[in-house]
């Protein structure tokens, strides 16, 4: 028997024998988060995906609530992990607390066997009662090992609502399935929207993501060995978030191209998991050369860091090729700093030519080895055009007052975008159709919420 189809019958009994232990392995596309065990050989690699992709999915029932009381609401996500989904849960969390609606939140890392990257704060409500609504923030292929974790039944007991932020023109099969047993989905930007509607008569709402800039640790740029005189570009990035998708290389092109001669320029990529992605970091290092003008922080900051080494540049660059929203892009706007960025996908929703710089792209096919893309035939993204950019760059160099103007600008804006539609605001129309004894649909809520 071949050894591919010998790991898949394993697979395939471990998980019908009940056996939650094995449930963790079953879970990420994405090795940035949690990764699949090295010593697994490649072909019990191959017969895990195919088993979590096609089957697994099967295995879940979906919630029969027809409309849901929204009086208890639980968040759901990696509370603890520095990616960007483990953000946007955190957000989500402390929002609905803010606004005195939260019921409580479960961080599922020990389902996933992964250590905490960081301590999130948030006191857990005092909850006696189950929740009647959960809000996931995970990915499809997350969901299955966070569901069954918590027991069929509790899960078929809720309203139950996914929260996803996807990048591309196209729906991964996975993801299609896993429609299939959610009440509904949110999703952050207007694009991502217009993807799943595609695939599914569901409700799907726009609920941008709450960013909360508001504490900010100054001092990034000192500790970096950045002069008050230096004008300084940030990047940020997670090397597992598609390293083609963030577009790094990109980046450094763009600013070297801008600045071939002015000693005063610096450019800051903060990164993070470069040391699980070595071949990406040589192929960003042989770009910037000898330019010791480029520098590469791999390292975890807590978010009000970030937000100060955001605070403390001249100007934010982005030139990815797509995105579900465009955290970092928001966060450097609420900051009041010069932004530019892609003119594509998800940042398009907060991010305009009057007060943002916007590079122009083409679309091209995606070719990029990120698991979750290598299937998906046809799709596109964007690429960014670097002369526009670099030219952006110059002009915010050449005029600062007339960048600061636009970025204030900018903060304006984001604000009021981020400000009409908000959980809370969404979670109060749903418990209303649920007293009005109406089933949520597609109209019945404003896209924005």
Known sequence: MPRS????????????????TFYPILSLEDPTLLDLPSTWPSQMKTAYRFFRAHL??????????????TQRPEVVGLFSSTSGIGQ?????????????????????????????ELQFDLPQPDAPHTPDVSIYHLNPPMLPPAILSEGMTAFCSKYN?????????????EWQRALKYMNEIWVPSQFTANVIRKYTGKPVRVVPHPVDVTEVQLGARSSLGLDSDHFVVSSIFSFG???GRKNPIAVV???LSAFPSVPEARLVIKATEGEAYRANVDELEEVIGHDNRVLI?????????VYGLLAESDAYLSLHRAEGFGLTIAEAQLLGVPVVTTDWSGTRDFAFEDSSYLVPIQLTEVKDPHPEYRSLAGAKWAEPNVHAASRHLQTIYEDRNQAKEKAESAKKRTRDYLDES????????LSRDAHEGSVPNQNSIPLTA
């Open 5 to 20: 189809k010998r790991y898949a019958d394993e697979i395939y009994w471990m998980a019908l024998s009940g056996r939650a």
């Open 56 to 69: 697994l999915q099967r295995m879940i029932r979906g919630s029969q609530i027809p409309s849901p009381n």
């Open 88 to 116: 946007s849960a955190r957000l989500c969390a402390n929002a609905l607390s803010e606004d005195g609606v939260l019921h409580r939140y479960r961080d599922v890392m020990k389902t996933f066997r992964k250590e905490p």
């Open 161 to 173: 609502i996914a929260y996803w932020a996807w990048e591309l023109d196209i729906l991964p099969q």
């Open 241 to 243: 978030s598609s390293f």
């Open 253 to 255: 092109r763009s600013f």
């Open 297 to 305: 922080v791999d390292e975890v900051w807590p978010m009000k860091k």
């Open 422 to 429: 908000t959980y809370s605001r969404t979670l109060a129309y």
